[in-house]
């Protein structure tokens, strides 16, 4: 259904026949962390994120798993050669 508490207008899940569903009746505005990213939208002069009502307890523990600007950091292990192997493959 369309929203009529904070984000007037867009599509949100949580609103009902009765009003918004959500935890407390409104969304909650963005936290610092969310600076840049595409998700928030301004609504009224204030920024909502436009895919959670609370962006708060996405990044309680850690990184906003649908965060825009957070570039996810790739970890590449070095595989343990094994030193006799490795000398027997080189003696072809």
Not at 49 to 67: I, M, R
């Amino acid at each position: 259904m369309v929203c009529t508490t904070v984000r007037k207008g867009t599509e949100c899940p949580f609103m009902s026949a009765k009003g918004c569903s959500y935890n407390g009746g409104v969304c909650h505005e963005v936290v610092e962390q969310c600076g840049g990213c595409n998700k928030s939208a301004e609504f009224e002069t204030r920024w909502y994120c436009s895919a959670f009502p609370q962006p708060v307890l996405k990044w309680k523990s850690g990184k906003c798993n649908l965060a825009t600007h957070v570039a996810a950091v790739a970890t590449t292990a070095k595989a343990k050669v094994n030193p006799i192997k490795a000398s027997k493959r080189g003696k072809n």
